[in-house]
Nanobody, 124 residues
């Protein structure tokens, strides 16, 4: 029902900013909660940020709270992750995911659709 394509990754210096985009194709984008997850080599996937299907609530991992902002534009079928004050430990492949009528929480098992990921590398 939903296909997701991430973009906007790249190489940045520590302290810099980057904005990731996740473009969705398919039906009923506005009915899906959207989440961002990341995975570094040799490490487990972790939750980064989420936004409810209604857009009325957001959630963030403690490690990114205050630095990252998730938002969505249902008219463009796109969810964004604005990343500021980037740190080397933010280096990972970032994935967006969709959860029908979800709350945008941290439970990856509740997300039915996943993108291919985009690489973010933060240098010291």
């Amino acid at each position: 029902q939903v296909q997701l394509v991430e973009s906007g990754g790249g190489l940045v210096q520590a302290g810099g900013s980057l904005r990731l985009s996740c473009a969705a194709s398919g039906s009923a984008f506005s009915s899906y909660a959207m989440g961002w997850f990341r995975q570094a080599p040799g490490k487990e996937r972790e939750f980064v940020a989420g936004i409810s299907w209604s857009g009325g609530s957001t959630a963030y991992a403690d490690s990114v709270k205050g630095r990252f902002t998730i938002s969505r534009d249902n008219g463009k079928n796109t969810v964004y992750l604005q990343m500021n004050s980037l740190k080397p430990e933010d280096t990972a492949v970032y994935y967006c995911a969709a959860d029908l009528y979800g709350s945008g929480n941290a439970l990856s098992t509740e997300y039915e659709y996943w993108g291919q990921g985009t690489q973010v590398t933060v240098s010291s």
